[in-house]
């Protein structure tokens, strides 16, 4: 995709064709052609998940930062990474569709990094079945309607170590109300299993600005942090 100036109405139409992509290959064609305006764009769109996703970590993470590997499923270009390493985190493992992405990704210090389309998988940490091996698991941006299925979060569950944490985020505007309430149910589910437990959930109002014809201003979203059992 050729730089454009990236004013709202752009980066609105840009997002708007996405939701054109119906198959997994045309979502990762979409990604690959968006990685190279990616930053530039969700900034435009005031994107806070990475920071409110890195914080909520921060918040409750009392182990060696420095030591703890995290594992960013969905990672994109690491804008996580980058949040996450101003609070002193700094071993990472990313996972993401497109390779675009991981290209610009790979600029950020992540140990190491695996092109794969979650959900399509045998395992949501295809990898290298690290089970049971990562101090934080985040996803961040991908858990909504047509992009990551509600029950990979038990995959991101069993890569995380005993005691260690599942950080996820969704938003919470009209076209992903359902998808959250599903989510929300599976993560209940999970904690009357005795996988996990809920540290915290924080319901932002101002996520980021709203593309969708339907909506104006700021759409809200949340932040679900877990500790495996």
Known sequence: MSAVTNTFENVKAVILSAHKSSTSREKVNFYNSWAENYDQDVA?????????????????????????????????????????????FKHFVGIDGSEAMLDLARERLYQDLKQSLLGEEPATCPMCNLMGFFDVVVIVGALSVGQVPVDAVRNLCKSTKPGGYVCMTTRSNCDNVDYKVSLERELKQMEEEGLWTCVDVTEVEDWERAVSEQEDGYISGAVYLYKKL
């Not at 918040?59 to 996580?80: I, K, M, Q, Y």
């Open 44 to 88: 435009v769109l005031d994107y806070r998940a990475p920071s409110l996703a890195a914080n909520s970590i921060s918040s409750h993470f009392n182990g060696d930062r420095e030591a703890a590997v995290v594992l960013d499923v969905a990672c994109g270009t690491g804008l996580v990474a980058k949040q996450l390493r101003k609070h002193g």
